[in-house]
């Protein structure tokens, strides 16, 4: 069932949190998706509360993210949404604009928000009404594999200064010093729009206007394949088919967590599950090009946010689960940093002695970079913008299609379904 298909039967807008907790028994159903680790540590957090609040009920139903967001579709559709919802930037401007999340503005009563900073609530309002709440931050990073440089003679680059030429560079020194058995840098450009952000933003442009149209120049597009296909071809990175697969693949597959990539773009808070995994000394640096750049790439991006349907009996106590979860220490101490780096600044620093050095090197890193404004939300009829890049990133490193052609049809068809959910 597509979004759309399954929205169009929401219908309606918000409703009237209500202000008042009931005395009488409340199940809530609470849906989410993540790791078996993170089932665990939200169950833990689910009967913490629960002992809290001993009249409320809150069910689990989680998900690995593949399947997660066509059965919330499905759910939404049957007017049978969990009560509180696990949501994603990609798709709050779809669920919000058709009325199927409440604004947690009318639940204030119950959800607080003093403690995170304007700029992250901001990302998860729309037209000014607050539909989701921040979980974790994160920001885009390049990690790079300190053991591996030094095996292979190489520099650290200096990443207050550094370019992407500069990259690119340090990426042939490893791939020749190596022989081909390690390559400088791992490609990029299929799973998320980060680093297509980031390139536009770089260039002083976005990829959506403020209407939430298609905007970014097609030249810098192209500009931004032509340097993944040199990578490639120039054997800094993997032959396509490699990239492809490790793209498809699992965190333990990628060329950072097998040892045989030294530069790669992750979001700062994988480094502690990509240090696990390739058990060498990873470290984060700052962006290519950010000293350069018109405006700085990089921005806070929520991991993930919280919801609410709008279609929730119980909104007032869906409303207290969230701030439950949001701004308890005692839910923060068992959460950690499974969902991001808290976005809330006072539970940032109260879970700061727990946490592993690679997690205070990915809270470090987000005191340590320039930011802009973050990007606008992904507009309704966009969410399918990773899988229509994805295709585009792979027709271009095989050739079938050139950056300039690339950047046309890209264009083109994310604007088509854009225009398709107005």
């Not at 976005?343 to 946490?355: C, E, M, W």
Request: overall charge neutral; proline content about 5%; charged content about 20%.
């Amino acid at each position: 069932m597509t979004l759309g298909a399954a929205l169009a039967a929401c219908g309606g807008g918000g409703s009237d949190a209500g202000q008042e907790l009931s005395k009488e028994p409340v199940t809530l159903r609470f849906t989410w998706w993540g790791s078996d680790a993170r089932h665990k540590r939200t169950q833990q957090v689910i009967e913490l509360f629960q002992k809290k609040y001993p009249n409320i009920t809150v069910k689990g139903e989680f998900k690995e993210w593949n399947g997660y967001w066509d059965s919330l579709a499905t759910t939404v559709a049957a007017n049978d949404a969990p009560d509180i919802i696990q949501m994603d930037e990609l798709y709050i401007a779809s669920y919000a604009e058709r009325g199927a999340l409440l604004d947690l503005g009318t639940a204030k009563k119950h959800l607080e928000t003093n403690d995170f900073d304007p700029a992250a609530l901001q990302t998860g309002q729309i037209d000014g009404k607050q539909y989701a709440i921040p979980v974790g931050l994160s920001s885009y990073s390049m990690v790079v594999n300190e053991d591996l440089l030094k095996e292979y003679g190489v520099a650290m680059p200096d990443d207050n200064t550094w370019t992407w030429q500069d990259l690119k560079a340090a990426g042939a020194q490893v791939s020749k010093a190596s022989g081909g058995k390690v390559t400088g840098v791992q490609s990029w450009g299929f799973n998320d729009a980060g680093g297509l952000n980031i390139w536009a933003r770089q260039a002083g442009a976005s990829l959506y206007d403020d209407k939430g149209n298609v905007s970014i120049p097609p030249s810098v597009l192209a500009n931004y394949w032509t340097y993944l296909a040199d990578l490639a071809k120039e054997g800094i990175a993997p032959p396509p088919s490699v990239t492809i697969e490790r793209a498809s693949a699992g965190l333990d597959q990628s060329g950072t967590a097998t040892n045989t990539s030294a530069f790669a773009t992750w979001w700062n808070t994988q480094l502690t599950s990509l240090t696990a995994a390739s058990g060498k000394k990873l470290k984060l640096l700052k962006l290519p090009g950010e000293a350069q750049a018109k405006s700085p790439g990089a921005y806070y991006k929520p991991s993930m946010y919280w919801s609410v349907s709008s279609r929730s009996k119980h909104p007032a106590e869906a409303a207290l689960f969230v701030n439950y979860l949001a701004n308890s220490e005692e839910a923060a101490n068992v959460l950690l940093t499974d969902r991001g780096v808290p976005a809330n600044k006072k539970i940032r620093t109260a879970i700061a002695g727990q946490l592993k050095e690679t997690d205070k090197a990915a809270a470090g890193y987000l005191d340590a970079i320039k930011v802009g404004p973050a990007p606008r939300v992904t507009p309704k009829g966009a969410s399918g913008i990773e899988a229509i890049l994805k295709r585009h990133t792979e027709q271009v490193l095989f050739g079938r299609l050139t950056p300039d052609a690339a950047a046309a049809s890209f264009i083109k068809e994310l604007q088509s379904e854009i225009d398709a959910a107005k």
